[in-house]
């Protein structure tokens, strides 16, 4: 018997949940060699002929001079690099330099990937990426408004006619938010900066997820619309509290991402199904795109040659979805202002 879509996303979906099951913890940081090599480099200042000024210390065990990074320009201190921090990473890469000579396969420390810094970035091919995916955004958020408020019709009283408009600005404003503490992130992941890249990618796809409600059920009254977003804000704010003042728990993290991630891909899958929109074909593809690149997510690797690992690749995804998501955006916005238009007159 042939199988529907909706059938075939839902086993996507039910995939996702056992892949995420299957999440083990790192092993790295309990080699002995690696610990000894953290505990020598703290004491000494040095891992093999390299030393690090900032390792001084003084008789009470305080940093000379201070912390390293707050002798640093101002706007390099956020970034921490510390001596515990400068042994650890020097550390890795010793590691895992005799790892390979010895046939080993790369472990992760500390739950991650070790990545090679470049120009201090600590994932420079993602922080990059980040940027694209942040300038991609701001290109179809400034295209999308200057299309609603420049090209198409207005109403006598000078709104535009199209019902989304609000939302769409919304999404862009979250998007380019989420992608800017993203490239902060993964410049340098300090606690202040894994909250903020968190939060405002919970914040994000919770929002997607208000989004998606509304405009495939062609949610237009104001009460309605505050009765669908209630509960959704209401658990996208707690979830977001549980992460900054209770417990950062990244694999509880990545399941809330992940479910109202392929939560929105269903409700867009099912509405461009069985809608006659002119532009859902897009729509599809974005669908299928969005819900293979996540696999990028769950599935992990190794990244090569210490700098692209399966999460630099789903940044790499995003930027042509996201330019083909902003078009199905800017087409919408045209069918339904042409709609509406004609019957005003």
Same mark, same amino acid.
């Given at each position: 018997?042939?199988?529907?879509?909706?059938?075939?996303?839902?086993?996507?979906?039910?995939?996702?949940?056992?892949?995420?099951?299957?999440?083990?913890?790192?092993?790295?940081?309990?080699?002995?060699?690696?610990?000894?090599?953290?505990?020598?480099?703290?004491?000494?200042?040095?891992?093999?002929?390299?030393?690090?000024?900032?390792?001084?210390?003084?008789?009470?065990?305080?940093?000379?001079?201070?912390?390293?990074?707050?002798?640093?320009?101002?706007?390099?201190?956020?970034?921490?690099?510390?001596?515990?921090?400068?042994?650890?990473?020097?550390?890795?890469?010793?590691?895992?330099?005799?790892?390979?000579?010895?046939?080993?396969?790369?472990?992760?420390?500390?739950?991650?990937?070790?990545?090679?810094?470049?120009?201090?970035?600590?994932?420079?091919?993602?922080?990059?990426?980040?940027?694209?995916?942040l300038a991609i955004q701001?290109?179809?958020?400034?295209?999308?408004?200057?299309?609603?408020?420049?090209?198409?019709?207005?109403?006598?009283?000078?709104?535009?006619?199209?019902?989304?408009?609000?939302?769409?600005?919304?999404?862009?404003?979250?998007?380019?938010?989420?992608?800017?503490?993203?490239a902060v992130f993964h410049?340098?992941?300090?606690?202040?900066?894994?909250?903020?890249? !968190?939060?405002? /990618?919970? =914040? $994000?796809?919770?929002?997607?997820? @208000?989004?998606?409600?509304?405009?495939?059920? +062609?949610?237009?009254?104001?009460?309605?619309?505050?009765?669908?977003?209630?509960?959704?804000?209401a658990f996208v704010t707690?979830?977001?509290?549980?992460?900054?003042?209770?417990?950062?728990?990244?694999?509880?993290?990545?399941?809330?991402?992940?479910?109202?991630?392929?939560?929105?891909?269903?409700?867009?899958?099912?509405?461009?199904?069985?809608?006659?929109?002119?532009?859902?074909?897009?729509?599809?593809?974005?669908?299928?795109?969005?819900?293979?690149?996540?696999?990028?997510?769950?599935?992990?690797?190794?990244?090569?040659?210490? !700098?692209?690992? /399966?999460? =630099? $690749?789903?940044?790499?995804?995003? @930027?042509?979805?996201?330019?083909?998501?902003? +078009?199905?955006?800017?087409?919408?916005?045209?069918?339904?202002?042409?709609?509406?238009?004609?019957?005003?007159?």
């Open positions: 018997m042939a199988r529907s879509p909706f059938y075939r996303i839902l086993l996507f979906a039910w995939i996702v949940v056992l892949l995420m099951d299957g999440v083990h913890a790192s092993d790295g940081d309990a080699d002995p060699i690696y610990k000894a090599c953290v505990e020598q480099c703290e004491k000494t200042g040095c891992v093999g002929g390299k030393c690090f000024q900032h390792c001084k210390f003084l008789s009470d065990g305080k940093p000379e001079g201070g912390p390293w990074y707050l002798q640093e320009p101002l706007y390099l201190q956020w970034k921490q690099w510390d001596c515990r921090s400068d042994c650890r990473y020097h550390c890795m890469l010793t590691r895992e330099e005799e790892r390979e000579k010895l046939g080993g396969k790369p472990v992760k420390y500390h739950g991650k990937w070790l990545f090679r810094r470049a120009y201090s970035f600590q994932e420079p091919v993602s922080v990059a990426l980040s940027a694209l995916n701001f290109h179809g958020w400034v295209s999308f408004f200057i299309l609603i408020y420049y090209k198409l019709p207005l109403t006598p009283s000078k709104k535009n006619y199209y019902e989304y408009t609000g939302l769409w600005n919304i999404y862009g404003i979250l998007s380019m938010n989420s992608w800017f503490w993203s410049s340098r992941d300090v606690e202040l900066t894994e909250k903020l890249h !968190f939060s405002s /990618a919970v =914040a $994000l796809l919770g929002f997607s997820l @208000i989004l998606a409600i509304l405009r495939a059920f +062609s949610v237009r009254n104001e009460a309605s619309r505050v009765m669908v977003s209630t509960p959704v804000i707690t979830h977001i509290l549980y992460l900054n003042c209770y417990n950062l728990d990244y694999g509880l993290n990545i399941k809330v991402c992940v479910a109202m991630g392929v939560a929105q891909l269903l409700i867009w899958a099912v509405w461009a199904g069985v809608t006659h929109h002119p532009s859902w074909s897009k729509l599809w593809v974005a669908v299928v795109g969005g819900g293979l690149a996540m696999l990028l997510e769950i599935y992990d690797f190794p990244p090569y040659h210490r !700098f692209v690992d /399966a999460h =630099a $690749l789903w940044h790499a995804t995003t @930027i042509p979805l996201t330019y083909l998501w902003w +078009s199905f955006a800017k087409d919408d916005a045209e069918f339904r202002t042409s709609s509406l238009h004609k019957k005003a007159k």
